[in-house]
């Protein structure tokens, strides 16, 4: 079998020890890779600090076109990285190849955003004062960035880190997940081919146990990390002085009020509850539906349930397939029955087939289970029956996470009402609370995390403003 180089500021390398990544649907070793030793690793970081000057001076088509190339290839060689993602990660083709094209648009909306990346110019001659006066203000990298990202999209998730970095002339290093490293590891071949300086980018698929030293190292002046909330705030407790970036977990909610579609709304509910066998910080874990159309919707959500095609991801018709290991199924499972234990009814599902997990609707379920409160991240889905609009708005708040909703509503008035008083960082009306544009600004609220995502909004987070203050013109 053949063994992936890791990426070592910009070139491959190989380490002193290899590990394996296995298919969670098939139990079988799919590849392997060179684990860095602790002195590449060192060797990673100090190219990385010491390029950060010139790459933060790199002119805008060099980033600009760097990204562009990532882009281009990315979709000349989308069906082979589509299938190493259903290798690794066992999410159903279907899933892998939106997730090539998503991270195409994300490199190639950096391209797009490094164009337009400029200073920007305020006269300061609104003041007698400030005669003469003129700010001309930039954005500046803070410096090398850190990228700790998640198994649960290995390609688009590792490129909304990486290409932001880029395009602000920052240089990354990316830590990958370790059950899915070779997505990364095949993103840093193609950024091999770019003309970006050596040092700029490095792609190093350590342990989680030597992820320590990364964090804490001074000359990665930011982390950026997707994940669970425990471990994201432990980063952001043991590092106070670093600009820290977490998208973290959620229980996403939708909202089936009395004038919705009902069923679209099934539909909807239906397969974004169980895409990504649920392993999505935003796939539907819980829906709220308004008591008037409670039974009819429920009865439209259990026979759509009832039409997903579980099984071989690697089948085109495949619409739910494998957690990311059977430890994770396990653990779903045991919250199903504690959920049960504690009074809740099983209306689909329930049970589980290796690292499979069948679609599961739950009703009635006690609010302190953890398929209820916490983040289930497996197919489950809860339903609770609410008398009103207003209820339903508490339900979506009655939560320590927040990161987007979903409002099945024909109505404007109740849209911006949603708007103002549901405590997320996003809101779909009119579908389910799983859609992501990859330009847009995306993160939580409370324990969803902190900063955003979304190319522009990231390049934001990962600069300071600087302002340089121009005297003595005639303006």
């Not at 490094?114 to 006066?133: H, I």
């Not at 649960?152 to 880029?166: E, G, Q, S, T, Y």
Request: contains cysteine; negative net charge.
């Amino acid at each position: 079998m053949d063994v992936r180089t890791f990426w070592l500021a910009g070139r491959p390398a190989t380490g002193a020890s290899e590990l394996t990544v296995t298919n969670p649907h098939t139990g079988k070793v799919v590849g392997a890779y060179s684990v860095p030793t602790d002195a590449q690793v060192e060797e990673a970081v100090a190219a990385a600090a010491a390029v950060a000057k010139e790459a933060a001076a790199l002119p805008i088509h060099v980033r600009a076109e760097a990204l562009a190339h990532v882009s281009r290839r990315l979709a000349e060689r989308a069906e082979e990285i589509a299938q190493l993602i259903t290798a690794e990660n066992g999410k159903p083709l279907t899933w892998a190849r939106g997730e090539v094209g998503r991270a195409v648009s994300t490199f190639r909306f950096a391209a797009e955003e490094t164009r337009r990346y400029s200073g920007t110019a305020m006269r300061l001659d609104t003041e007698p004062a400030a005669a003469g006066r003129l700010a001309y203000v930039t954005r500046v990298p803070y410096g090398p960035v850190l990228a700790i990202t998640p198994f649960n999209f290995p390609l688009n998730l590792v490129a909304h880190k990486v290409a932001p970095a880029i395009a602000v002339g920052a240089p990354v290093i990316v830590k990958p997940a370790p059950a899915t490293p070779l997505s990364s590891l095949l993103l840093g071949e193609i950024l091999a081919e770019t003309a970006l300086p050596a040092g700029m980018f490095s792609v190093l698929p350590v342990e989680n146990e030597r992820a320590s030293a990364l964090v804490e190292d001074p000359r990665l002046p930011v982390v950026s990390f997707t994940g669970s909330g425990p471990v994201g705030y432990a980063i952001m407790d043991s590092v106070p002085r670093k600009h820290v970036v977490l998208e973290l977990g959620g229980n996403a909610a939708a909202v089936v009020l009395a004038d919705a579609d009902l069923d679209w709304a099934a539909s909807r509910v239906a397969l974004f509850s169980n895409y990504q066998a649920g392993q999505s910080c935003i796939a539907v874990q819980r829906v709220i539906v308004e008591e008037a159309v409670a039974e009819a919707f429920t009865a439209k959500l259990l026979d759509a349930v009832g039409t997903l095609v579980t099984g071989d991801p690697y089948d085109d018709k495949t619409q739910v397939g494998p957690l990311v290991s059977e430890a994770a199924a396990e653990r779903v499972q045991e919250w199903i029955d504690e959920a049960v234990a504690g009074g809740a009814k099983v209306l689909a599902g329930g049970t589980r087939e290796g690292a499979t997990v069948a679609p599961t609707v739950l009703a009635e379920v006690p609010h302190d289970a953890k398929v209820w409160c916490e983040e289930v991240f497996g197919p489950v889905l809860a339903v609770q029956v609410v008398p009103s609009a207003d209820a339903a708005f508490a339900a979506v708040n009655d939560s320590k996470y927040g990161l987007q909703a979903g409002i099945f509503t024909r109505s404007l008035d109740l849209a911006f009402r949603a708007n103002r008083e549901l405590e997320v960082g996003g809101l779909v009306i009119g579908d389910v609370p799983s859609y992501r544009a990859d330009q847009m600004p995306y993160g939580g609220v409370k324990e969803s995390g902190v900063g955003r995502e979304g190319v522009g909004s990231a390049m934001e987070d990962l600069t300071y403003a600087k302002t340089m203050v121009l005297t003595g013109l005639a303006l």
